[in-house]
Each structure stands twice: as C-alpha cells, then as structure tokens.
C-alpha cells in the first residue's frame, strides 16, 4: 500500500468507500510480490497494480463488488485455476488475492498507519484473510507497532491477538510481509485460520555524496523506488534544494564529517553512492562508509581513479577486506553516458546485489527470473552511469 497511499489518504479523508486489492501470497513466477496493491473508486478509477496487467481486469470486477456488498473476498489466480488462461495469467505463477472494501468505520486505524508511514515510522497490519469456522472474523484486523497494538479480531480474539502481536513484532523487526497461520481459536499449532501481515518497515536511505548532474539523476530513481534520498556536498553553491527537488534533505557540509554524525542510523539497508570522484572528498568518506554496515556503497570513477583511490584507501589503513566491498567503478557495463543512464547502470548494480542476479541479458540465462533470498542485506532497488 505504500505506493498508492497517497490516493489512499485523500479517498480515505473524504469519507468515500473505496476498494483494495492486495498480493497475499505467491507462487512460482508470479509477476507481483506479496503486498503489491491496487485500489479501485466505487466510480471505477484505478491506481496502483498487482499483476502487472495479468489480472487487473479479473480484480477489478471483484473490487467494485466488494463496494456494492461491504464484503471482502479472497481469490487465487493462477496455472491451478481453471480460469487462469481467461485471467491472462501467463507467466506460470499464482497470485492469492485479497479484496476489500475500506472506509471510516471497516478501518479505524488508516489514519494512523499512513501518518507512520510518511514519519518514518515502523508500523504493521495484520488482516485475517481466511477464516474456515465461518465465524465473521475476515476482514478484521490488528495495527502493531513496536510499542503497542490495536484491534478487534472477533470473537475470542484475545487468544490471537496475544499470539499475533508477538509474532507481528518480529516480522516488522525484519522488514517481512507475509502470510501467517494458526487455529481456529488462535493456537499456534493450527494453520486453519490465514492473517496476512503487511510490513511497514521505514523507507531504506540512500546517501549521495557529490552534488553534480550524475547526483540528481541518482537521486530522482533513488526517491521513485523508495529511497529516502539525502545529498551531501560541502559546496553550498550546489547543494541546494532547487538542484534536487526529490531528495528529502540536502545537506552542507564536508561529506565524511555528515556521515560521523549519522553513523549509528546507517544499516544493511543503507545505500552509499560516492559520485565526487575527488581524492580530497571521497577517500575520507569512502573510509568512514566501509566502517559502517551499509549494504552497498559505490563509488563513481575512471578505472585510472579506481586504482589511484584503492592506493590512498590503503594509505589510509582500510584493509583489504573492506576493499572487497567497494562497487567501484559503479554500476554495471550498460555503456551508459548521460547522467540519467548512469543513474539506471547504478540502479541495476542495487537490484543485482540484493536478488544476486547474473547482470546478464535473461535471453541468455536459464531457470527462475524471480530469485528470492530473504537473507540479502540489500533494499528494495538502487541506479547509474558514464565514468569519469
């Protein structure tokens, strides 16, 4: 929900009941991942997507549906379904849907869980989503946040809602949406009763060191894939709100000073773009940024400036170890020239660390598109490039 909750939050103001349907669960190839969303207005208007164009059509129908009864539903399309192929399912996955109409009164809590997402805050929804003893209980929901939890589930709700918290805390610690099962009455050895837990972990950083034409194009991806983007430079003259209207902060300063001051917010997620590619700027920084966990951090330059800065890192007492971790020259071989190509190479170097992609063409490699590794430090998507 994430992506559309801008829209969320304007239909949710005005009091008007709106549709939402929800990736619950996957299988195979399936071309959207678990919380992919897509709402529909009871005057039809749509936003957002949960297949890519496989489904939509087939959900839609369900959406304005579960306006005109109040009733939410879950669907599976899919190769097992014989409506697959009417669906336009054709990639060879499945897709576990939920739809369900949303106002004031079936969702007391948005509000609040779209004011944590925009502050930055951790913040989960679990919705139960399948419910055998037919008891009224789909639909209902808890909102956890590390502190506290709020919720109806039902009747005998206190029995789930003791288990679900504790297990909803965890999964928001680690940033993990997905489907959980228990007993009808709440027993953890049960898997009759499904609840999909949705993660709102806080956005991933992405730190651009380097306030030149490469950085806005860097910073513009970074904050359309979800990123909240600072750029640091320590000339005023450029580092300016004006130059880089996306990113959330740009700050003055000299860059390895910034980064000492923000050294205990940066983690796996993190992502460090060096794009200054000036010794007196970038070994100071790049020292200090391979002390940290960041999970990617790159930096811009010649194979020439490659070499030159690997020597002054070492002058500078960075081991070869943390050497290893340096993506530099940035990006991948996409033979990138104009800054907003750059940004794209850097983009793909994110995304292939985090899924551990070849960085081949697909035409050229065989098995699963879709790879799945849980354990990646990496975020959710990365950018650019021509060196220099």
Not at 15 to 24: I, K, P, R, S
Not at 192 to 217: H, K
Not at 314 to 332: F, K, N, T
Request: proline share 5%.
């Amino acid at each position: 929900m994430r992506d559309i909750r801008a829209t969320v939050s304007e239909l949710y103001a005005s009091g008007e009941t709106f549709a939402v349907a929800t990736v619950v669960d996957t299988y195979r190839s399936a071309p959207r991942d678990a919380g992919a969303a897509m709402l529909v207005t009871a005057s039809g208007e749509v936003t957002g997507s949960v297949s890519g164009g496989c489904v939509e059509g087939a959900v839609y129908e369900e959406a304005l549906e579960a306006i005109r009864t109040g009733a939410p539903v879950r669907r599976t399309y899919g190769v097992s379904d014989e409506d697959a192929f009417s669906v336009g399912l054709t990639c060879g996955g499945t897709l576990h849907m939920f739809v369900e109409p949303i106002n004031r009164d079936t969702y007391a809590q948005l509000g609040a869980v779209i004011g944590a997402i925009d502050e930055h805050q951790p913040v989960a929804v679990a919705t139960i989503v399948a419910d055998p003893s037919d008891s009224g209980r789909v639909g209902r929901r808890r909102v956890v946040w590390p502190g506290n939890a709020e919720g109806d589930l039902g009747p005998g709700g206190e029995r789930l809602a003791a288990a679900l918290d504790d297990d909803v805390r965890g999964m928001l610690a680690q940033g993990s949406t997905g489907l959980l099962h228990y007993g009808v009455d709440g027993q953890r050895r049960g898997d009759e009763l499904e609840v999909f837990v949705q993660s709102f972990a806080p956005a991933p950083r992405m730190l651009v060191f380097g306030a030149i034409d490469f950085a806005a194009a860097v910073a513009d991806l970074g904050s359309y894939l979800g990123y909240r983007v600072t750029v640091c430079d320590a000339r005023p003259v450029f580092a300016t709100a004006k130059r880089f209207p996306t990113a959330e902060e740009v700050v003055v300063k000299w860059p390895h000073v910034f980064l000492d001051e923000i050294a205990e917010e940066i983690d796996e997620r993190t992502a460090v773009c060096v794009l200054t590619h000036d010794p007196k700027f970038d070994v100071p920084v790049l020292k200090r940024a391979l002390a940290t966990s960041a999970g990617y951090i790159g930096a811009m330059g010649s194979r020439r400036t490659h070499q030159d800065r690997l020597e002054r890192l070492r002058e500078a007492g960075v081991d070869e170890a943390a050497l290893e971790r340096l993506h530099s020259p940035i990006g991948l071989d996409l033979g990138a020239r104009t800054p907003e190509e750059t940004a794209v190479s850097i983009a793909a170097e994110l995304v292939q660390s985090r899924w551990g992609g070849s960085g081949r063409a697909l035409r050229e490699t065989r098995g699963r598109i879709h790879r799945h590794t849980p354990d990646s430090p990496l975020v959710p998507a990365g950018f650019g490039q021509r060196q220099r």
